[in-house]
């Protein structure tokens, strides 16, 4: 019995010391007339539990920054990202999955030119994996999914 809370605790440790973490946001939707395909965009995150700072590198080498805050995941109205959770992963996601979790965060980037990232993401209740899923909008329209771990 020992052995089996030995993973759980080890992780939660290594969580909770600062961890650093790569992700990409993956472009699902958005105002981009003049652009074909949308890049796809590298991040990293660390500080993952309670909070922590965000880079979003951008295609020609610039670096977002900014820092993200771990939330209660309510199902408050005032939640703007709430349709982007359901235009990313399906129709009524954001109750069904979001809120009430735990691990859940919101967070904003800021680019040089002024373009502006909000980020949310959320980690499942399951102890023993870590599975997080994420989303992204930015101040242009452009709805990204955040895929973590790759």
Not at 69 to 75: D, G, L, N, Q, V
Not at 115 to 129: G, I, M, R
Not at 130 to 147: E, M, N, P, Q, R
Request: some cysteine.
């Amino acid at each position: 019995m020992k052995r089996l809370l030995v993973l759980p605790i080890l992780c939660a440790v290594v969580l909770m010391s600062g961890c650093y973490m790569k992700a990409k946001l993956y472009p699902v939707s958005g105002p981009a007339p003049n652009v074909t395909q949308q890049p796809v965009l590298n991040a990293s995150l660390s500080g993952i539990l309670n909070s922590g700072s965000i880079s979003i590198h951008m295609p020609d080498g610039k670096v977002c920054k900014g820092s993200w805050t771990r939330m209660a995941a309510t199902s408050n109205s005032n939640n703007q990202m709430q349709p982007v959770w359901d235009s990313v992963y399906g129709s009524g996601y954001y109750l069904a999955y979001v809120v009430g979790r735990r691990l859940y965060a919101e967070g904003s980037v800021i680019g040089e030119q002024g373009n502006v990232y909000q980020v949310e993401f959320y980690k499942t209740d399951n102890v023993q994996e870590l599975h997080l899923f994420g989303i992204a909008k930015d101040s242009s329209g452009t709805i990204y999914k955040i895929v973590f771990g790759v």
